[in-house]
Structure formats: C-alpha cells, structure tokens
C-alpha cells in the first residue's frame, strides 16, 4: 500500500508555469513507476507523463511534449511535473498515480492514485 499526495495546483494565465508535486508514503519509492494523467469535465482520464523507477526512461503525450517535464527525487519520494507554456486546453486535475510492476500509459496499468489537483489556465 502507498499513499499519494499531490499539490502545486492553481490559477494560472496562458503561457505561465506550474510545477506539482507527489509526495509518495513509505520507503519503497524507488520500487515504483510513475505516471501524471489528467481528467477534465466529461472528458475520459488521458495520459500526460511517465517515468520509470530509476527515471531513466521517460514517456510524454504528444500534447504537452517540449512543454512538460516530468522528474523524480527518491530521496524524497518525491515524482514533480513542471509544466511551462501552459494553454487553456491543459486546464483539469492532474493525478499522479503509482505501479508496481508495470510502465505503461494506461490507467488500468497503475494501482494506487492521489486525490488529485487542479489546475486552471486562463486566457
């Protein structure tokens, strides 16, 4: 079991940056791949970014690749999503989730999952 916490959330004009957070309990971090999705209203969760346990392989949605860049800090059981360049269609709340055995982009493929965070872009 692990618990997920995100933060970093906001109101943020067009072209502004956000970076968030998800803070991961127990001290088994680094045994889990990553993954940021998104859900906006009526729309299905998609994809965003995903990083593996050591973070040395990394996966972007087309839609927000050169803007995005997804990192993690063992350490601190730390996984960050900086997002720069933002635009009104990135507006919904950004949900990490957690996988221990799989690297994927689907959310079938990630067992535990934050309450979510949500972010607003502004025209």
Known sequence: QVQLVESGGG???AGGSLRLSCAASGRTFSSYNMG??????????EFVSNIN???GRINYADSVKGRFTIS???AKNTVYLQMNSLKPEDTA?????ASAEQYGLMSRSYDYWGQGTQ???SS
């Not at 940021?36 to 969760?45: T, V, Y």
């Not at 709340?93 to 989730?97: D, E, G, Q």
């Open 11 to 13: 109101l943020v004009q």
């Open 36 to 45: 940021w999705f998104r859900q906006a209203p009526g729309k299905e969760r």
């Open 53 to 55: 346990r050591n973070g």
């Open 72 to 74: 993690r800090d063992n």
């Open 93 to 97: 709340a950004y949900y990490c989730a």
């Open 119 to 121: 972010v607003t872009v």
